[in-house]
């Protein structure tokens, strides 16, 4: 048995068995609803019921108040359709998100960055596609059923250029000439993957990923773009503007841009000189680092404080603009509610992902 599910206004249909979650459903049709942790914790999932019934599995009150219930907002994560249903989502994408897959992986290089931050670039196996959108994920699977997620920091390889001879644009790299991903993972000091990554993995050592993942991804308009990063959550923000910068699309390279990129100190900026290098692709590309404990040694004498209060700061009104925001989830958290409350943006112009761990989830 099957409910039918669709999307306003994108009019996209897909259907539902029964048990199964609206969003399993909506990935296994290929529909792009917004998602983050598909565990009821971190909001990105939600959407407006407009019509139909469902029933809502458990889910983390900071993701969907009481309040927001009662309006009719649901968690598509959590939510189990009991007849045909009529969401309202903006987010919405017209194509299809590439289809997840398992595969292994070899650890191909490994650069320590900043004291807590390792670039990861893994070589994917030969003559096996790998299609992601900037802005997506990939999960570690590890022992024991569990997973890990990382945002995929370079872009998709161009449908015309030879994967075997991908290179990111303007990267600090030279010697990777396979198909690769490349991902900055922090060290979280005992944490199941981040501690094996500090401690014991080394080239050479495969691994297993799925991929891609995640419902963060840019969206057709022709609104300014503030980006928002906070520590790795540069990491999707570098492959968006990767792609940007080699994109054929004149609309999307005319859009202003604006990156703030929040950090504790100086070293944390671990591309900052990347991004200078990719400033001269963009030249619209605005680019505004902002430190949240500068120490003495740093002689830092650019922006200081919270991430989300800089760019309040400069734009008072976000009602025409668009925010891409990843990182830390209270960075993110506090940056949805602020940019709405103080600087009227529209809810549907927010897209995040924010890096719950474990232990947000519980
Ligand atoms: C969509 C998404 C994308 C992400 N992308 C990135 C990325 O690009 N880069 C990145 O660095 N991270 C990213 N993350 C976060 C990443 O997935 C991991 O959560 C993080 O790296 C920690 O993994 P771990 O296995 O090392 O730590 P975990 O084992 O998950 O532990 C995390 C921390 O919590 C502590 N801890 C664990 N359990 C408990 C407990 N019960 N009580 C108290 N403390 C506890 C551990 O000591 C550790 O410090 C992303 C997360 C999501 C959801
Ligand atoms: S709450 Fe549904 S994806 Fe995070």
């Not at 296994?28 to 029933?55: F, M, Q, T």
């Not at 390889?157 to 010697?175: E, I, M, R, Y």
């Not at 500090?198 to 980006?227: M, N, Q």
Request: glycine share 6%; with cysteine; charged share 20%.
């Amino acid at each position: 048995m099957s409910f039918s599910v669709s999307i306003e206004p994108s009019g996209r249909e897909f259907h539902a068995q029964k048990g199964e979650t609206l969003l399993s459903a909506a990935l296994l049709a290929g529909v792009a609803l917004p998602y983050g942790c598909k565990d009821g914790a971190c909001g990105s999932c939600k959407c407006k019921l407009l019509s139909g019934k469902v029933s809502h599995n458990a889910h983390q009150t900071k993701a969907l108040s009481e309040q927001e219930q009662a309006q009719g907002h649901i968690l598509t994560c959590c939510a189990v359709a009991q007849s045909d249903v009529i969401l309202h989502c903006r987010q919405v994408l017209d194509v299809n998100l590439p289809l997840a897959r398992k595969m292994p992986v070899r650890v191909d290089q490994l650069n320590l960055m900043a004291p807590d931050v390792m670039q990861v670039f893994l070589q994917l196996p030969q003559n096996d596609a790998f299609d992601f959108i900037p802005g997506q994920y990939v999960d570690f699977l590890l022992k024991d059923g569990l997973r890990r997620s990382y945002s995929l920091a370079n872009a998709p390889f161009p449908k015309t250029q030879d994967p075997n001879t991908a290179q990111s644009v303007g990267a600090t790299h030279t010697l990777v000439t396979k198909r690769y991903i490349e991902l900055h993972i922090r060290h979280m000091p005992g944490g199941v993957f981040t501690d094996q990554v500090f401690g014991s993995l080394k080239h050479k050592d495969i691994l297993r990923i799925e991929g891609p993942l995640g419902g963060f991804f840019l969206h057709a308009s022709d609104k300014p773009i503030i980006f928002l990063a906070s520590g790795t959550g540069f990491a999707p923000i570098k492959s968006m503007l990767e792609s940007i910068a080699a994109s054929q699309d004149a609309s999307l390279k005319a859009r202003e841009l604006h990156l703030y990129w929040g950090v504790r100190d100086l070293y944390d900026l671990y591309q900052h000189e990347w991004v200078k290098e990719i400033q001269k692709q963009l030249p619209q590309l605005r680019y505004t680092p902002v430190l949240s404990e500068p120490s003495e040694a740093s002689q830092w004498d650019g922006r200081n404080g919270f991430v989300h209060l800089a760019v309040l700061q400069d734009y008072p009104d976000l009602s025409a603009h668009q925010v891409y925001a990843c990182g830390a989830p209270i960075v993110v958290e506090s940056a949805k509610t602020d940019f709405m409350s103080q600087a009227n943006l529209p809810i549907d112009e927010f897209f995040a992902d924010a890096f719950l761990s474990q232990k947000d989830k519980q």
